[in-house]
């Protein structure tokens, strides 16, 4: 059950986990999948090295093939010789991994159901928020700027309706804080939820997450 606290760091009350993050857990293999995908997918894919008939030179066999004792050869370029070819040696490809949107909706809601779980979310109340400077910003989530320096990573998640406001202010105020960092539940992905050891919310993103994981479930019971 997440704890809601305010801009000092103060406990104000418990909030209970909602029902689509309570009945998600152990989605092992699409979780797997989703994280896969989000690793691979961003890879360019341009390692190249030439095969033998790529390579320059080796026109003609580089001495006779019987009476020099030595190995039988047909060219200068196979792989066996300096400046030869590449056996096997990797080719221009795309590693583009496709993940069906359902599958991938499921996978960020069973690590949120993960996170949740492991008690490793908490709320903050965003009325009259007003955090500006960095050390401000570490007492909140480690009660001193000293404790930030060796706390558990923290991923610090707003309502994309707060861009302009908390969501700037978050930003700027843990922009120098090394094991910090802020996103808005748009761009929120499976890889920064389970990367990160702890997750601060604010109300209006919980509630973001929560209607939006609680309308996907009414649709597919309907």
């Known amino acids: 059950m997440p704890s809601v606290i305010d801009v000092k760091g103060a406990t104000l009350r418990d909030e209970p986990v909602p029902a689509a993050f309570a009945t998600a857990t152990g989605k092992t293999n699409?979780?797997?999948r989703a994280v896969f995908r989000e690793l691979a997918n961003p890879r360019?894919?341009?390692a190249s090295t030439k095969r033998r008939d790529e390579v320059s030179g080796g026109g003609r066999k580089p001495w006779k093939q019987k009476g020099t004792g030595r190995a039988r050869q047909g060219s200068t370029r196979s792989p066996q010789w300096r400046h030869g070819g590449v056996v096997f040696g990797p080719k221009p490809r795309s590693y583009e991994v496709s993940l069906?949107?359902?599958?991938r909706r499921l996978a960020l809601q069973a690590?949120?159901?993960?996170r949740f779980s492991a008690d490793c979310?908490?709320?903050l109340a965003t009325d009259g928020f007003d955090v500006t400077k960095t050390r401000d910003m570490a007492a909140l989530?480690?009660?001193s700027p000293?404790?930030?320096k060796n706390g558990p990573r923290t991923l610090v998640v707003f309502a994309p309706s707060e861009l302009d406001g908390v969501g700037n202010q978050l930003t700027r105020a843990a922009s120098n804080l090394e094991r910090v960092a802020v996103t808005h539940t748009g761009a929120l992905?499976?890889?920064d939820v389970l990367g990160y050891a702890r997750l601060v919310l604010t109300t209006s993103a919980f509630e973001n997450l929560r209607d939006a994981f609680a309308a996907t479930k009414t649709k597919e019971s309907a």
């Open 146 to 148: 000293k404790a930030a």
């Open 189 to 191: 992905d499976i890889k």
């Open 141 to 143: 989530l480690y009660g």
């Open 30 to 32: 699409a979780m797997f």
């Open 121 to 123: 979310v908490t709320l």
């Open 111 to 114: 690590a949120l159901s993960d």
């Open 100 to 103: 069906n949107k359902k599958e």
């Open 44 to 46: 360019a894919g341009t």
